[in-house]
Nanobody, 129 residues
Framework: QVQLVESGGGLVQAGGSLRLSCAAS????????MGWFRQAPGKEREFVAA????????RYANFVKGRFTISRDNAKNTVDLQMNSLKPEDTAVYYC??????????????????????WGQGTQVTVSS
């Protein structure tokens, strides 16, 4: 049974940093896509960043480019999201997700919720102004 467990959320002032981590267990990931999504109160869940587990191919939402960095540690089976220069509008529950299937290295990274099969329980990030 696949499990994704997020950690690292919390309260931070605007301009500060947080590092989220997603621990994956229950199967071996190869060319799967791993993603971070977020959901603010009253809003739909949205794509933040994604990475191909094996190749390290990366994609970001426009609103986080230059501020967030996604990375993976194959030895630890974790996917991290380093968040710098945080803004109050980054306040949300952040979710880690993974695809069931593997993809070609030439395939674009998945960015829609429906394309991800496994989800963590989420971790709250609150940025105060």
């Amino acid at each position: 049974q696949v499990q994704l467990v997020e950690s690292g959320g919390g309260l931070v002032q605007a301009g500060g940093s947080l590092r989220l981590s997603c621990a994956a267990s229950g199967r071996t990931f190869s060319n799967n896509h791993m993603g971070w999504f977020r959901q603010a109160p009253g809003k739909e869940r949205e794509f933040v960043a994604a990475i191909m587990w094996s190749a390290g191919i990366i994609r970001y939402a426009n609103f986080v480019k230059g501020r967030f960095t996604i990375s993976r540690d194959n030895a630890k089976n974790t996917v991290d999201l380093q968040m710098n220069s945080l803004k109050p509008e980054d306040t949300a529950v952040y979710y880690c997700a993974a695809t069931e299937r593997s993809f070609s290295s030439f395939s674009p990274l998945r960015i829609t919720l429906q394309e991800y099969d496994y989800w963590g329980q989420g971790t709250q990030v609150t940025v105060s102004s």
